[in-house]
């Protein structure tokens, strides 16, 4: 009998629209409105801590006792050179947690008017996301700017939380504030929140939590599909992507788009799969960057393995391991990919030995 994890899936998507609202604001503030030099990350950089302090003070309150994985430390912050990032890191995250309480909200978790916490109390925040993983127990994973060239660029990114319980993702939540709510209907506006709870189906709703939509990945022919693909070259193989497409006798463009976006298009029905073939040697998938994407693809009814058709790890640490690359997909052209990414890596083997 699957669990409902009611209470869970309340405050994730609560901790997460705040997430969303609250990394907007750094773009609208430090990226629109600043002269930023080239290669000049620092709106991410306040922006991932920021979100990460929310996130995890809310998860602190919520459930005391759950560990959190997250991509951030605030070492750096706690150093007298880090004093002014750390300020606003710290403005961000409370200026984001005591906004108005919204649908679903509960000022029980430290959020709401009233709510400001201290320096100490935030860095201490991100700092509970130093958890090394663990293949028993709860823990959540938090992404908090998944596709950071995405964000910079005012496209795509992603604001990403799971609960892990014994390896194995649970609940997933996935906020896409720059992706149109209906691709076919310019006028619902932009800014997705995807959701899915094991055994309990997937949904998405708007950013103010209203029309919920269960998602369903249709089923397609193999030649019909499109790739979704990572803009970055350097993050996922676009010339092993070409060779599979061809095998498959695919004719349509690839869609390219930063983040876990990706995963939520595909459960909603587009583009038919997610291929992401990794193009360093040793290089290993961390947990957070694919976790919520997971569970969301397989309860709108997808699969997600890796290249040897494994179910990806997560409880082995903050990465997937031995897990290598991603395909995830419909269940009736799944299988079809995974054969020709096999073949497409002897023929790339064969090359090499040549």
Same mark, same amino acid.
């Given at each position: 009998?699957?669990?409902? !994890?009611a209470?869970?899936?309340q405050?994730?998507?609560?901790?997460v629209?705040?997430?969303?609202?609250?990394?907007s604001?750094?773009?609208n503030k $430090?990226?629109?409105n600043?002269t930023?030099?080239?290669?000049?990350?620092? %709106?991410?950089?306040? &922006?991932d801590?920021?979100?990460?302090?929310l996130?995890?003070s809310?998860?602190?309150?919520? !459930?005391?006792e759950d560990?959190?994985?997250g991509?951030?430390?605030?070492s750096?912050?706690?150093?007298?050179?880090?004093?002014e990032?750390?300020?606003r890191?710290v403005?961000?995250?409370?200026?984001a947690l005591?906004?108005e309480?919204a649908? &679903?909200?509960?000022?029980d978790?430290?959020?709401?008017?009233?709510s400001?916490?201290?320096?100490?109390e935030l860095?201490d925040?991100?700092?509970?996301?130093?958890?090394?993983?663990s293949?028993?127990?709860?823990?959540?994973?938090?992404?908090?700017?998944?596709?950071?060239?995405g964000?910079?660029? #005012?496209e795509q990114?992603a604001?990403c939380l799971?609960?892990?319980?014994?390896?194995?993702v649970? $609940?997933g939540?996935i906020g896409?504030?720059?992706?149109?709510?209906?691709?076919?209907?310019?006028?619902k #506006?932009t800014?997705c929140?995807?959701?899915?709870?094991?055994?309990?189906g997937?949904?998405?709703?708007? *950013?103010?939590?209203?029309? %919920?939509t269960?998602l369903?990945?249709p089923?397609?022919?193999?030649?019909d599909?499109s790739?979704?693909?990572?803009?970055?070259?350097?993050h996922?193989?676009?010339?092993?992507?070409?060779?599979?497409?061809?095998l498959?006798?695919?004719?349509r463009?690839?869609?390219?788009?930063?983040?876990?976006a990706k995963?939520?298009? *595909?459960?909603?029905?587009?583009g038919?799969?997610?291929l992401?073939?990794?193009? #360093?040697?040793?290089?290993?998938e961390k947990?957070w960057?694919?976790?919520s &994407?997971n569970i969301?693809?397989?309860?709108a009814?997808g699969?997600v393995?890796?290249?040897?058709?494994?179910p990806l790890d997560?409880?082995? #640490?903050?990465?997937l391991?031995?897990?290598?690359?991603?395909?995830?997909?419909g269940?009736?052209v799944?299988?079809?990919i995974?054969?020709a990414?096999?073949?497409?890596?002897?023929?790339e083997?064969?090359?090499?030995?040549?």
């Amino acid at each position: 009998m699957s669990l409902s !994890f009611a209470t869970e899936k309340q405050v994730a998507v609560a901790a997460v629209r705040r997430a969303c609202l609250l990394t907007s604001s750094v773009f609208n503030k $430090l990226v629109k409105n600043e002269t930023l030099t080239k290669g000049d990350k620092s %709106p991410v950089t306040v &922006g991932d801590y920021a979100a990460q302090a929310l996130i995890s003070s809310i998860l602190s309150r919520a !459930f005391p006792e759950d560990p959190i994985v997250g991509e951030e430390d605030a070492s750096d912050l706690r150093k007298p050179s880090g004093k002014e990032l750390k300020d606003r890191i710290v403005s961000l995250a409370n200026e984001a947690l005591t906004s108005e309480l919204a649908l &679903g909200d509960n000022k029980d978790w430290g959020i709401g008017p009233g709510s400001e916490q201290t320096d100490a109390e935030l860095l201490d925040a991100i700092d509970r996301g130093n958890y090394e993983g663990s293949s028993i127990g709860r823990m959540w994973t938090i992404d908090p700017i998944d596709g950071t060239k995405g964000f910079l660029r #005012g496209e795509q990114y992603a604001v990403c939380l799971a609960l892990i319980v014994d390896s194995k993702v649970q $609940l997933g939540v996935i906020g896409c504030p720059n992706l149109p709510f209906d691709p076919k209907d310019p006028s619902k #506006g932009t800014g997705c929140i995807f959701v899915a709870v094991r055994g309990h189906g997937a949904e998405q709703l708007t *950013l103010t939590l209203s029309d %919920p939509t269960p998602l369903s990945i249709p089923s397609t022919e193999a030649s019909d599909i499109s790739f979704l693909e990572s803009v970055e070259a350097a993050h996922s193989s676009h010339s092993f992507n070409d060779r599979v497409a061809s095998l498959l006798s695919v004719t349509r463009s690839p869609v390219r788009m930063d983040s876990q976006a990706k995963y939520g298009c *595909l459960a909603r029905g587009e583009g038919g799969a997610y291929l992401r073939m990794p193009t #360093g040697v040793g290089y290993r998938e961390k947990i957070w960057d694919h976790a919520s &994407g997971n569970i969301l693809v397989e309860e709108a009814g997808g699969i997600v393995t890796d290249s040897r058709g494994q179910p990806l790890d997560f409880g082995i #640490g903050r990465t997937l391991g031995e897990n290598y690359g991603v395909i995830a997909a419909g269940k009736d052209v799944h299988p079809l990919i995974l054969a020709a990414v096999q073949k497409a890596q002897a023929e790339e083997k064969a090359k090499a030995k040549a």
